[in-house]
């Protein structure tokens, strides 16, 4: 069964060149020019990946994910959008996307990005060391099956992405993961040493673990990655 995506942009030129180009890949592509018939569409149908630009009338990219993801929907969201600002990209971030592109972008990339969010959304045992099982680091608990966390009696609550870096890093509890590793692994794409994505995350999972009351479990190594370790 092909993958199927619904594409959500106001701009007829963009919308009508990402489904033919989409398609060719094999995709099956649902297209919507606002935020209002993409959220309509979206509780209607099955997608697995979304692609949303943030600049839309009537409800705009941000507001459709944060209502989807305020109801429990898990599919995986690109956003796209003209704002090249760190704080714009923050704000795509904070409601609940998984991945920020912003324009003009080139196709490679958007496909590129696209396949790593829908090889994420399979569960598949983790690369770098044994699957399955309740996973600890001091206080904390990691379901992966149920994919939750918890740091003594408090839940951690934490999006797709932001769990499965924890995830990823606690499972090498010491190993210092490079950022080409992290990319690759949590993203299927490594978008080089400019990109912010991963430090944004890093900051995300060590607000919401002090959230909880958690010591910094996650620590950084300058220059070359970021290690799980005990406090």
């Given amino acids: 069964m092909p993958s199927r995506v619904l594409v959500a942009d106001d701009d007829r030129a963009i919308r009508e060149s990402l489904a033919r180009a989409l398609e060719l890949e094999g995709y099956e592509v649902a297209v919507v020019a606002d935020g209002v018939e993409a959220l309509a569409l979206a509780r209607k149908d099955t997608f697995d990946a ?137 993203w299927g794409y490594d978008f080089g040493t400019n990109s912010k994505n991963l430090a944004v995350y890093v900051g995300y999972l060590r607000r919401k673990l002090a959230d909880v009351g958690a010591p910094n479990l996650i620590h950084t190594v300058r220059g070359v990655g970021y290690a799980a370790r005990r406090p």
């Fill in 50 to 186: 979304l692609v949303l630009d943030v600049m839309m009338p009537h409800i705009d990219g941000l507001g459709v994910c944060r209502v989807l993801r305020a109801a429990g929907e898990r599919t995986p969201v690109l956003m796209l959008t003209a704002r090249v600002e760190t704080s714009d990209r923050v704000a795509g971030l904070d409601a609940g996307a998984d991945d920020y592109l912003p324009k003009p972008f080139e196709l490679d990339e958007l496909l590129a990005r696209l396949r790593a969010l829908l090889r994420r959304a399979i569960p598949a045992a983790d690369a770098f060391g044994p699957g399955g099982g309740a996973l600890r680091l001091a206080a904390l608990r990691i379901d992966p099956a149920a994919r939750r966390a918890w740091w003594t009696d408090s839940e951690v609550r934490l999006s797709k992405t932001e769990f499965d870096l924890l995830e990823l890093m606690v499972r090498n509890e010491g190993v210092v993961l490079e950022h080409s590793t992290l990319y690759q692994r949590i």
